[in-house]
C-alpha cells in the first residue's frame, strides 16, 4: 500500500477511504484502520475524538486477533502505537509486534520495499 504513505491531507486520506473501506483484504483493511485512525485528529470534540480513536483500536485488534500472523496488520498496529500519545495508553504491543516484524524479515518473509517502509516508520 505505497499510497498510504503519500497521504498529505485531509483530502487524500478521505480519497483512501472511499477508495479502499470496502476492499476485503485484511492487509488493505489494516491501513484504512489507520487513516481512520488519524481521522481523530479532524474531530473538534475530545470526546468524538477519543471515540473514534477506540472504535478503530478495536477493529484493528479484532482483525490481529483474526489474523495473527498479518504482516501488515502487526506493522500498522506498531506504528499506530509508537506514534499515539501516551496518554492514550495505547502501547501494549510494541514488543509483541517488533519481535514479530524482526523475525519475519530476518527469514526474508518480507519484500525489501516493505522492509524498507517498516525501518524507515517504525523503531525497527
Known amino acids: 500500500m505505497n499510497n498510504f504513505h503519500e497521504l498529505q491531507s485531509k483530502q487524500d486520506e478521505?480519497?483512501?477511504l472511499k477508495e479502499f473501506s470496502a476492499n476485503s483484504d485484511v492487509a488493505v483493511q489494516a491501513y484504512v484502520c489507520a487513516v481512520e485512525m488519524k481521522?481523530?485528529?479532524?474531530?473538534?470534540?475530545?470526546?468524538?475524538?477519543?471515540?473514534?480513536f477506540n472504535k478503530t483500536k478495536k477493529k484493528l485488534a479484532l482483525?490481529?486477533?483474526?489474523?495473527?500472523?498479518?504482516i501488515h496488520l502487526r506493522y500498522v498496529r506498531l506504528l499506530l502505537q509508537e506514534k499515539t500519545p501516551a496518554i492514550l495508553g495505547y502501547k501494549d504491543n510494541i514488543d509483541e509486534d517488533t519481535r514479530f516484524l524482526r523475525n519475519e524479515i530476518k527469514n526474508n518473509n518480507i519484500s525489501k520495499e516493505f522492509q524498507t517502509f517498516i525501518e524507515s516508520n517504525t523503531s525497527i
Open 14 to 16: 478521505e480519497n483512501f
Open 39 to 52: 481521522q481523530a485528529e479532524y474531530a473538534i470534540n475530545p470526546i468524538s475524538k477519543l471515540k473514534i
Open 63 to 70: 482483525l490481529i486477533k483474526d489474523h495473527p500472523n498479518n
